[in-house]
């Protein structure tokens, strides 16, 4: 729940577009997009499938580029900055995780987050992350030797040790079961709790935007509605 601290613009976006080239036909992936993320909240975004839901999770996290409008995050432009200024943006700033894991597989779960973990100038402890997301006796294993759900607390891990301020959610129960995606989603709201990271969850799930501070809804690359919600639902209680 945020409080005064936490109302601090984080990610300011402003007329954000995304346009593709189809022949002679420019499509716009995004188009016209007005959104403010602030510290320490959690976000749910909806949309149907082709809404502009990863378009605009990706420019925000820096993997994409705008076409048109501006970005900013931290006060810090996105918009037309170097490519140097956008990975180092994305090593520091941004933790991703994704709904197939995208875990190195020759790795252990320990390698895999240590990883992550190297590239950032003031990252968590590994080991100290690993069991708070409760695989400390697994950190040995490898991909192949955990289930679903402990891959993507692996992910969650990784993303969480570069110790960034945002963490982008894209689908992260999409592969998994009732049981297991409210674990995934308990995790989330703890870490965001302990830490104080703002969290964004990108779903085609409504029931999810049930425990969000806010939800946003896009429609046809647009922000179609923002709403508040004033007591989110304990993850644990999300349906499915």
Known sequence: MQTEDTQRELVQASGLKKRYRMGEVDVYALNGVDLT???????????ASGSGKTTMVNLIGGMDRPSEGLLRFAG???????EDELTRYRRTEVGFVFQFFNLMPNLTAWEN????AEVAPDPLDVDQLLEQVGLGDRRNHFPSQLSGGEQQRVAIARALA??????LCDEPTGALDLTTGRQVLK????????YGK???????NENISLMADRVVYLKDGYVEWVKQN???LPPEDVGW
């Not at 810090?76 to 170097?82: E, F, I, M, N």
């Open 230 to 232: 004033d007591e989110p």
């Open 113 to 116: 987050v240590q990883l992550a």
């Open 162 to 167: 570069k110790n960034p301020r945002l963490l």
């Open 187 to 194: 995790l989330l709201r703890e870490l965001r709790d302990q």
């Open 198 to 204: 703002t969290v964004v969850i990108i779903t085609h």
């Open 76 to 82: 810090r432009r996105l918009h037309g900055a170097g």
């Open 37 to 47: 993320l602030y510290d320490g909240e959690l976000v749910v975004v909806l949309g």
